[in-house]
């Protein structure tokens, strides 16, 4: 263990957790574990969802953020979510140590999970405000404005985002917890609870006309410079890991920004029915998990040969395709009646109780097949092209389950008359 570091000591992996077959009985204890994951992203999500309703009139003035704000969150899960999936197969290899020294598989992790947040929410700020001018949506912010809150926000959630993804993989390594299990549900419950409020926070830096300019400059070129370095002094394996993740992040911005373009589309509605926006976290982050936790277990089973890269999936991966419908029945349901209860609590008009459970569910197990196509052919396509599956999973089959949730979430709402 790293000297200097000595406390990180503590975090000695007992033992290597199985990846066995694993809803208790039959999806066994490792079921378990995703449906505890998932139950609390569900509540975490619905948190960020009242404060979404409740900040329905915020986005109406500042029109242009609620673009943003889906592809905003997701990033910040999707940069550590492929952190936690590449360290959980490290766990299950035997190779996982917690050192922070450069060069390390922890702290290579760490400076490409720092400098991608950075580059990509520079990235996210300028396709959000190129997307407004294609789609024609009236968005009176400035790009300098979507620079500083893009940039500013994701970095500073970034940091928190960072330190539960690291104690996911710690804490799986001394108590024996699968991270292709918890590592997607509670990093992206991370990035839904902390990413959205520090939007909202640092909004009145973009409102200022005397500091948007000068802000929007330093970060801007905070982007690029810690972009460079690290790609200039990182060694072979950080330079892969930056080297396929901005390929596959820029995709995901653009499915992502798809969502926020749908989303925002629907704006003036969702603002007289501020309870659909208590859902809607809830429903695309419980949908990306159950992707993300498919995606991870296929590429740590993958490394470890316990499934084959065939065109057609072979028992064990059909096997975790319907674990992971299973699994999607009761933690989609449960996210429709949280938010329906939430939003009674907080006095938001919308949806009856049986309508936003029919909408979760309808529209959620959709997704969910879409999400589990991807997740599939995504890592086995990854595999063949010698590109790791780890870094790729996550991040695509995350963005396909934004872009297909919301369009799926909306048809499912029509279907059921609500809108």
Not at 202 to 226: D, H, I, Q, R
């Amino acid at each position: 263990m790293d000297r200097t570091f000595p406390l990180l000591a503590w975090f000695r992996p007992r033992r290597v957790p199985p990846l066995g077959r694993g809803v208790s009985g039959a999806l066994g204890w490792a079921g378990t574990q995703s449906l505890v994951a998932l139950g609390l992203l569900a509540v975490v999500s619905v948190v960020v969802g009242i404060l979404l309703g409740a900040s329905a009139d915020r986005f109406e003035q500042l029109g242009g953020l609620l673009l943003m704000v889906p592809a905003a969150i997701a990033l910040q899960g999707k940069i550590f979510g492929a952190l936690g999936s590449r360290l959980g197969t490290a766990i299950h290899a035997g190779t996982f140590r917690l050192s922070l020294r450069p060069g390390t598989v922890v702290g290579e992790n760490i400076l490409a999970g720092l400098a991608l947040s950075f580059v990509s929410s520079a990235a996210l700020a300028m396709l959000a405000k190129a997307s407004a001018e294609l789609f024609d949506i009236a968005v009176p912010m400035s790009l300098a404005a979507f620079v500083v809150i893009s940039i500013l926000g994701g970095v500073i959630s970034s940091l928190f985002v960072l330190v539960v993804a690291l104690a996911m993989a710690a804490g799986s390594a001394r108590f024996g917890w699968d991270p292709d299990n918890v590592t997607a549900p509670l990093v992206t419950a991370a990035a839904d609870v902390i990413t959205l409020p520090v939007l909202l926070l640092v909004v009145p830096l973009a409102e200022s006309e005397a500091l948007v300019g000068a802000v929007a400059a330093v970060c801007g070129a905070a982007a690029v410079v810690t972009g460079v370095t690290a790609w200039r002094r990182g060694g072979p394996s950080l330079r892969a890991i930056l080297r396929e993740s901005l390929g596959v992040l820029g995709v995901a911005l653009l499915l992502d920004l798809g969502a926020g373009v749908i989303i925002e589309q629907q704006e003036a509605f969702l603002s007289r029915l501020p309870s659909l926006l208590v859902l809607l976290p809830g429903y695309l982050a419980v949908g990306g998990a159950l992707g993300g936790i498919l995606s991870s277990r296929l590429a740590s089973k993958l490394h470890l040969g316990l499934i084959e890269a065939a065109a057609v999936p072979g028992r064990e991966a059909r096997r975790e395709v319907r674990n992971t419908f299973v699994m999607g029945l009761p933690a989609l349901a449960g996210t429709g009646a949280l938010a329906y209860g939430a939003a009674q609590v907080a006095d938001l008009a919308g949806p009856a109780l049986g309508e936003m459970i029919g909408a979760a569910l309808l529209g959620g197990l959709v997704a969910v097949a879409a999400a589990a196509f991807v997740a599939y052919y995504g890592t086995i396509l990854a595999e063949r092209f010698g590109l790791d599956p780890d870094t790729y999973g996550i991040p695509l089959v995350t963005s396909v389950m934004d872009l297909v949730g919301a369009l799926t979430l909306v048809a499912a709402l029509a279907a059921l008359a609500v809108l």
